[in-house]
Nanobody, 121 residues
């Protein structure tokens, strides 16, 4: 069974930094896409940054120049380095991967449990 486990959230003052990690485990044949979304209270879930299939990177305009997405394919892990954090970055951050599993070679979407990021003075 595939699981995505996130870590690294927390509380930070404006201008601070946090690094999120998300590791996938289970019988994974291929990682097709991996990235991060976030959902603030009362708002819809939105894309933060992702590696699409083929390796291209997409980032939300609001995080360009501040957030960096990276990955370690051997560890099946995606990271989100968040610098110059602002109060409006406060949200629950969700890891997302599109994975092909070994059993039957089915491709599906998988989500992490979410990790809270709070930016406040």
């Amino acid at each position: 069974q595939v699981q995505l486990v996130e870590s690294g959230g927390g509380s930070v003052q404006p201008g601070g930094s946090l690094r999120l990690s998300c590791a996938a485990s289970g019988s994974i044949y291929e990682i097709n896409a991996m990235g991060w979304y976030r959902q603030a209270p009362g708002k819809q879930r939105e894309l933060v940054a992702l590696f699409a299939s083929g390796g291209s990177v997409t980032r939300a305009d609001s995080v360009k120049g501040r957030f960096t997405i990276s990955r370690d394919n051997a560890k099946k892990t995606v990271y989100l380095q968040m610098n110059s954090l602002k109060p409006e970055d406060t949200a629950v951050y969700y890891c997302h991967m599109v994975l092909t599993v070994t059993d039957g070679l089915y491709t599906s979407d998988y989500w992490g449990q979410g990790t809270q990021v709070t930016v406040s003075s």
